[in-house]
């Protein structure tokens, strides 16, 4: 990192002590446990812990200087005194992009942000030097955290926002102040927070009131309510598309599923129309496939350089993460969980199974506000159409999902990976596809971990 204390007080205030011209920074860190010489240390006040208590260790660990909300009288380093430490370290990452000068590409959406990044990441990395946030660190923190370890060299740096509140937009669009801005999609997600579906809509295509001088906008047409509040910002967005009928210049569809969890899907850019197996399957990835390509082609790539990319892409643990184990076919996709996710999960692991059985092992999808009821009764009325084998619950609204599905007795309660375990053994199911899939704090992939564990054990072997 080449900046200097002085520029961090003239990024925060416009001012700088004499003398700290010569004060260089080597990282910038908000825990004290992981700060080195050199290092300025932001005191963020969170909800759990307060940085100002560990200034102290800070300091012995080599801190260069300190960015606090506090007064600080004791401390013998310089101090950086601000009104909202958390505000400041955006401050901060946004210098630090405008120092680099590399071009940014922000994606936002409710589902599909971090399969988009990891997709695009691969796709630019064949020609071009690139970043990225590590998993979804896409908050307040996580973005300029990320932010700072992307370096100067780089050309491309590709960072996800996430939101969960009204006016969350609002504080993260300006530290990436993008050059491209993405909308992967908009669904139910955030209900707490945002409301209601155009809440989501409007805060989302927030970002693209950030979007730089000459930017671009890339937003999915398949949604109205996104579509329509983009164009309200950008009057001609670029769109993409999974709909064939759809005139858009970049268009991607599923075709169907092939071996080990390997998809094949059809991809339209104004440089061709083919099809092609990419290590992935599903709609909602060719909805990421048709953004990607959007996106390469805006950055100079060809449609032949995103098939090309995506095709080394390895699945995330938790996302959709298809792990073979035996006959079984296990579907880890707990990373997280809300309808248009779970949707597209359910109905994408019931393609796969075909004629094989289907089990889905479901679990709460939490924040969504006055309408979880109503949703988690939805839930419940798509399973019933599904109609899988078996079908396993666990979290509070089991009795939502049962209302909405309508068969009680086809719906087995399960509060811990040993009551599953247990139903499981009782069924002797062979063969099967089973989709463990819900909110995160759920922590469902113990589920999916325990079944994968008793069948790798069971003398069947598999692979992951």
């Given at each position: 990192m080449n900046l200097t204390l002085a520029?961090?007080?003239?990024?925060?205030?416009?001012?700088a002590e004499e003398g700290h011209q010569d004060i260089a920074i080597n990282s910038v860190q908000t825990d004290s446990r992981t700060v080195e010489k050199g290092d300025l240390f932001f005191c963020i006040d969170g909800d759990n812990f307060d940085g100002h208590e560990f200034a102290e260790q800070a300091i012995?660990?080599?801190?260069?200087?300190?960015?606090?909300?506090?007064?600080?009288?004791?401390?013998?380093?310089?101090?950086?005194?601000?009104?909202?430490?958390?505000?400041?370290?955006?401050?901060?990452?946004?210098?630090?992009?405008?120092?680099?000068?590399?071009?940014?590409?922000?994606?936002?959406?409710?589902?599909?942000?971090?399969?988009?990044?990891?997709?695009?990441?691969a796709v630019v990395s064949q020609k071009l030097t690139a970043a990225k946030n590590y998993r979804n660190f896409?908050?307040?923190?996580?973005?300029?955290?990320?932010?700072?370890?992307?370096?100067?060299?780089?050309?491309?740096?590709?960072?996800?926002?996430?939101?969960?509140?009204?006016?969350?937009?609002?504080?993260?669009?300006?530290?990436a102040s993008?050059?491209?801005?993405?909308?992967?999609?908009?669904?139910?997600?955030?209900?707490?927070?945002?409301?209601?579906?155009?809440?989501?809509?409007?805060?989302?295509?927030?970002?693209?009131?950030?979007?730089?001088?000459?930017?671009?906008?890339?937003?999915?047409?398949?949604?109205p309510l996104l579509w329509d509040a983009a164009r309200e910002i950008v009057p001609a967005p670029t769109a993409f598309s999974t709909d064939e009928g759809n005139n858009t210049s970049y268009v991607a569809s599923f075709l169907g599923t092939e071996a080990e969890g390997w998809g094949r899907f059809r991809l339209r850019t104004p440089?061709?129309?083919?099809e092609f197996t990419a290590p992935f399957c599903g709609e909602h990835y060719a909805e990421n496939l048709a953004c990607v390509a959007a996106v390469a082609h805006e950055l100079g790539l060809s449609r032949e350089d995103v098939i090309t990319g995506v095709r080394t892409i390895q699945a995330d643990s938790q996302r959709f993460c298809c792990k073979l184990s035996g006959?079984?076919?296990?579907?880890?996709?707990?990373?997280?969980?809300?309808?248009?996710?779970?949707?597209?999960?359910?109905?994408?692991?019931?393609?796969?199974?075909?004629?094989?059985?289907?089990?889905?092992?479901?679990g709460d999808m939490r924040e969504l506000g006055a309408e979880a009821t109503q949703r988690h009764e939805e839930l419940g009325a798509l399973v019933k159409g599904i109609?899988?084998?078996?079908?396993?619950?666990?979290?509070?609204?089991?009795?939502?999902?049962?209302?909405?599905?309508?068969?009680?007795?086809?719906?087995?309660?399960?509060?811990?990976?040993?009551?599953?375990?247990?139903?499981?053994?009782?069924?002797?199911?062979?063969?099967?596809?089973v989709l463990v899939k819900g909110s995160r704090s759920l922590k469902m992939e113990e589920y999916a971990n325990a079944l994968c564990k008793v069948l790798g054990n069971s003398g069947n072997g598999g692979k992951g």
């Open positions: 520029d961090v007080e003239r990024c925060l205030s416009g001012m012995k660990n080599g801190a260069a200087a300190i960015v606090s909300a506090q007064m600080m009288p004791d401390v013998t380093i310089p101090v950086i005194m601000v009104r909202d430490t958390t505000h400041a370290l955006g401050q901060v990452a946004a210098c630090w992009r405008d120092t680099c000068g590399a071009k940014l590409v922000a994606v936002t959406g409710t589902a599909g942000k971090t399969t988009v990044k990891e997709m695009l990441f896409n908050n307040q923190i996580g973005l300029p955290m990320s932010m700072f370890k992307a370096n100067c060299e780089q050309d491309i740096w590709i960072m996800e926002l996430g939101i969960s509140q009204t006016g969350d937009m609002e504080e993260l669009a300006p530290i993008p050059d491209i801005a993405v909308i992967t999609n908009i669904g139910p997600g955030h209900l707490e927070g945002l409301g209601d579906e155009a809440g989501v809509a409007l805060a989302k295509t927030t970002l693209l009131k950030y979007l730089r001088q000459g930017g671009s906008a890339i937003v999915s047409a398949d949604y440089e061709g129309d083919g006959d079984v076919m296990v579907i880890d996709d707990t990373y997280n969980a809300n309808p248009l996710s779970m949707a597209r999960a359910i109905e994408t692991a019931a393609q796969m199974a075909g004629d094989r059985p289907l089990v889905l092992v479901l109609a899988p084998t078996a079908f396993f619950y666990k979290g509070d609204h089991y009795g939502d999902v049962i209302c909405g599905s309508g068969d009680a007795t086809k719906a087995v309660s399960v509060n811990t990976p040993d009551d599953f375990m247990d139903a499981w053994r009782d069924m002797g199911l062979t063969e099967a596809v």
